[in-house]
């Protein structure tokens, strides 16, 4: 389970990686040296997947000190992979999330911070908020907000509510 999980994460990783590079092109890492003369979108997806599988964790934090191009001032936000996951996910993890478990729910545990410790107290939690969280018409911003208040309202998971 926890193989699978990490892989979902790391494609999630790559994945968003690729999606800031169809905007602004490879950005920083061993891709964008690879790739630095090539043009064109190919290009900036290649320099980002390579970005993406070599240096996975770029994504949460700074490769400091400005190495191959980065900027170490620049951070990726925790919220924009989680909102990326839950819209492209909606279906899986609602599925998950009336079942109470499931990887998908597991996924977005793990990328609002929550251990690992706590994850039968979220997945509870989510699953008992399962009718707010996915009303008709919510998108994934309002899924995660509806599931930030809740969080924020146990005192176990309210550290983990991101804000």
């Not at 905007?23 to 190919?42: P, Y």
């Not at 936000?77 to 499931?102: C, H, P, W, Y």
């Not at 009718?131 to 208040?149: H, M, R, Y």
Request: glycine residues 10%; contains cysteine.
């Amino acid at each position: 389970m926890k193989k699978l999980t990490t892989l979902v994460c790391a494609g999630l990783l790559a994945l968003g990686t690729q999606v800031h590079a169809a905007e602004d092109g490879a950005g920083c890492g061993l891709g964008a040296v690879v790739m630095k003369d090539q043009s064109g979108k190919g290009a900036h997806i290649a320099a980002a997947i390579l970005n993406g599988l070599v240096i996975p964790n770029s994504f949460f934090m700074t490769t400091g000190g400005g190495i191959m191009g980065c900027d170490p001032t620049q951070v990726v936000e925790r919220e924009e992979v989680t909102e990326i996951f839950v819209a492209q996910n909606m279906d899986q993890l609602s599925t998950d999330t009336a079942k109470g478990r499931g990887e998908y729910l597991n996924i977005l545990a793990t990328l609002m911070g929550v251990p690992e410790s706590e994850l039968p107290r979220f997945t509870d939690l989510a699953q008992a908020q399962f009718d707010a969280l996915f009303i008709e018409g919510n998108d994934a911003a309002s899924v995660i907000a509806s599931l930030q208040v809740a969080m924020a309202n146990d005192d176990i998971l309210a550290p983990f509510a991101l804000n």
